[in-house]
């Protein structure tokens, strides 16, 4: 299968690229920049460039089978400070590749959306494909307006294409110090000796997926045809915050200091996926519990030097 995959020095570009390359796939790589943590995967072809460069984006679909769309130029919690530029540089410049992707006769889209943003606060948990999608910040909005319009290029060009609606993975070689991915941050903190900082009382119940489950159903979303296109992908399972830090604790063998702050409004109570559409129509089950999955990410952050950059061999 040769592939495209835009945003494949990301966390979850990284880890679908080096799965893709151990099963003897051609793959292109398009980034604006190399990983911090492991630069580009040997055996990628890569290009540097963003998402709105039109002309380098027809040139990187060609002859391409399958294209992987993780690319995404804001966060939840950053959106709404400028929506213009949210549907400017993501819903614009995707509707653009959609176009690249017909004329080169791409054959299926496997895009990144979100198992979050795109419900908005649940009515009801676990929360189904059809669930009222009722996004309360923009970039739940632009995901959601990508999903249309993959249905809309399926209905007049026959572009097949599968939207993940993707809970919160974490695992080895997610930014120990960005903003998204509470496992991650968490045990960096206590990995640097500072607290945890935690808005509201730790009751906030999320769902958590390990990111080599998450790659087999990005694997098998390319694969498979099937009846749905929609599908939320996490672990079916919720866990608060407290009951992350209770697990942090057997791991690292020792009881991090919390820091809790005032809650905020953004943040919905539970927010838990019904993946039985993933289980029934792709045969995907996730595997790694939660104390598995910490622990693997926690030995990866234990190789990392005290800046948290790991300079590619």
């Not at 791409?106 to 948990?125: C, D, H, I, L």
Request: charged share 20%.
């Amino acid at each position: 299968m040769n592939s495209l995959v835009l945003g494949g020095c990301g966390f979850i570009g990284g880890h679908l690229v080096e799965r893709l390359l151990e099963r003897g796939d051609a793959v292109r790589v398009y980034d604006r920049s190399p990983s911090r943590f492991r630069g580009v995967p040997r055996g990628a072809e890569y290009v540097e460039g963003e998402l709105g460069n039109h002309g380098l984006i027809r040139e990187a679909v060609e002859d391409v089978e399958v294209v992987f769309h993780f690319v995404s130029t804001t966060l939840p919690k950053t959106s709404n400070d400028d929506p213009i530029y949210d549907v400017r540089s993501n819903l614009v410049d995707t509707l653009q590749l959609l176009e690249a992707c017909v004329e080169a006769g791409v054959r299926k889209v496997v895009f990144s959306s979100s198992g979050g943003t795109v419900y908005g606060p649940p009515e009801t948990t676990p929360i189904s494909e059809d669930h009222p999608t009722n996004p309360i910040s923009s970039y739940g909005i632009v995901k959601l307006a990508v999903e249309k319009y993959l249905g809309l290029f399926h209905h007049l060009h026959g572009l097949d294409y599968a939207a993940l609606r993707i809970s919160n993975p974490y695992g080895p070689y997610q930014d120990p110090a960005g903003q998204q991915g509470a496992i991650s941050v968490f045990l960096n903190r206590i990995r640097t000796g500072q607290p945890i900082t935690i808005w509201g009382d730790g009751g906030v119940v999320r769902d958590y997926l390990y990111i080599s489950d998450l790659t087999d159903a990005l694997e098998l979303a390319a694969e498979k045809e099937t009846l749905s296109k929609v599908f939320n992908i996490g672990h079916g399972h919720g866990a608060s915050l407290n009951e992350l830090i209770g697990l942090m604790s057997g791991v690292v063998d020792g009881t991090p200091e919390v820091e809790y702050l005032p809650s905020r409004p953004l943040d919905v109570p539970v927010s838990v996926l019904d993946i039985s559409r993933a289980e029934a129509e792709l045969g995907w089950r996730p595997e790694t519990d939660l104390p598995a999955g910490i622990s693997r990410t926690w030995e990866w952050l234990l190789t990392l030097p005290e800046t948290g950059v790991r300079q590619p061999d």
